[in-house]
């Protein structure tokens, strides 16, 4: 807690504590309603699918290079899907622990998680998981609960729900989600968000969910 406190000071006097990194436009998903794709991503300019990859050292130095100069406290490396580059994050990682770096990791959770990565201090790995296993696996396949829950033993993570308008029309959802993710060992938070169309979005009115309940 004392290193919020002391961005507190920092902030007020213009510092940015935070810094979020995309490393990679790859992923193996598909996901409906997706964002990062769209025109309007990165600013207009350009999409995600125009822009080149770093890999390899290229990558991990500029990542370096961003952290060094920037000097945040806190570090979100997003995708694409993060772990579609484990190779570098294996290295990147360890490096950015030994800076002070707080650092979460957003990933789908869709190939394993290094085991080593569970002692990298100041490290949070952030699964993203889209609500119970049938809508989920639906929307994430090949990121299915099966997969997850397999990759992420040895971890402790935190587990984000981003609620939509079909999961809060089934009375009990929400409940029964943390019900089912407060379960599992590798749980060490849960967080809840609610979907924001992105601007200029038109939302589909989905149906409620039946069930045989």
Not at 17 to 33: D, F, K, M, V
Not at 120 to 143: M, Q, T, Y
Request: hydrophobic share 40%; glycine share 8%; with cysteine.
């Amino acid at each position: 807690m004392h290193w919020v406190v002391g961005a507190l000071g920092k902030v007020a006097r213009g510092y940015s504590p935070a810094l979020s990194i995309e490393i990679t436009r790859e992923c193996p998903l598909q996901c409906p309603g997706c964002y990062a794709y769209g025109e309007d991503h990165l600013g207009g300019a350009v999409t995600l699918r125009q822009v080149r990859d770093f890999q390899g050292s290229a990558l991990i130095e500029g990542v370096l290079g961003l952290i060094r100069q920037h000097k945040p406290m806190h570090v979100s490396i997003v995708g694409g899907e993060p772990l579609v580059r484990y190779r570098e994050l294996n290295e990147l990682l360890p490096k950015m622990a030994a800076m002070g770096i707080h650092t979460q990791l957003v990933t789908s959770a869709v190939r394993p998680i290094p085991i080593e990565w569970a002692s990298i201090p100041r490290l949070a790995i952030c699964v993203s998981v889209d609500g119970l296993a049938p809508e989920h696996d639906a929307r994430r396949k090949p990121a299915t609960y099966d997969r997850i829950l397999k990759h992420i033993a040895g971890h402790q993570i935190t587990v984000h729900c981003t609620v939509t308008r079909q999961q809060g029309q089934r009375e009990g959802y929400i409940e029964e989600f943390i019900q089912f993710w407060s379960g599992q060992s590798a749980t060490k938070r849960i967080w809840i968000s609610l979907y924001t169309p992105q601007i200029g979005e038109v939302s589909v009115v989905l149906p409620k969910i039946r069930t045989s309940r």
